[in-house]
């Protein structure tokens, strides 16, 4: 698949990484660019495929906080979080990495807003002595399947189906 080697060194060029905030492309603005914030309320999945789909694949980064969980780091100025989604054609979103928040302060604040500081004490309380800077990601191993093997649908890829009722726990 020649593929991986185009979709890996688009995301690695620096002039060909897209900033979510500077480019997006949905139905009605196929080959235009358009600014994100004010425009976006969430990335669904057709978005995505569209965008894929103008892009040959593309690798996104700075995505808006709002779109974001409270533990993704807020980059300077508050708008944007510290994050990258590898998208591919069909599946869409394949990859998603983050920094971390680890500033206690900005943790609270996200926290209060999204009416959650009771429920995840806990987790302040991880943070409280303070935290190296950190990251992670997530590879959807089902969507990697569904790409690689080219199934219209991603329940054909799950290996173990899963359905209401299904766990006995």
Not at 47 to 58: P, R, T, Y
Not at 103 to 124: I, K, N, P
Not at 141 to 161: E, H, K, N, S, Y
Request: hydrophobic residues 40%.
């Amino acid at each position: 698949m020649t593929f991986f080697p185009k979709i890996l060194k688009k995301c690695f060029q620096s002039q060909l990484r897209f900033r979510v905030k500077d480019v997006v492309h949905d139905e009605s603005h196929v080959g235009q660019r358009v600014s994100l914030l004010g425009w976006v309320k969430s990335v669904r999945k057709q978005k995505e495929l569209v965008f894929v789909d103008v892009n040959d694949g593309s690798c996104l980064k700075n995505l808006p906080v709002h779109l974001k969980p409270f533990y993704m780091r807020t980059n300077e100025g508050g708008r944007t979080a510290a994050a990258v989604d590898l998208l591919f054609p069909l599946v869409g979103e394949l990859v998603g990495g983050s920094l971390r928040e680890e500033r206690l302060q900005v943790l609270q604040e996200r926290l209060t807003a999204a009416g959650l500081v009771d429920s995840l004490q806990w987790y302040l309380q991880l943070r409280k002595f303070g935290t190296l800077p950190h990251g992670g990601f997530g590879l959807g191993f089902d969507r990697l399947i569904q790409f690689v093997t080219g199934m219209a649908t991603i329940r054909d890829t799950i290996p173990f189906p899963r359905y209401v009722y299904s766990c006995s726990l």
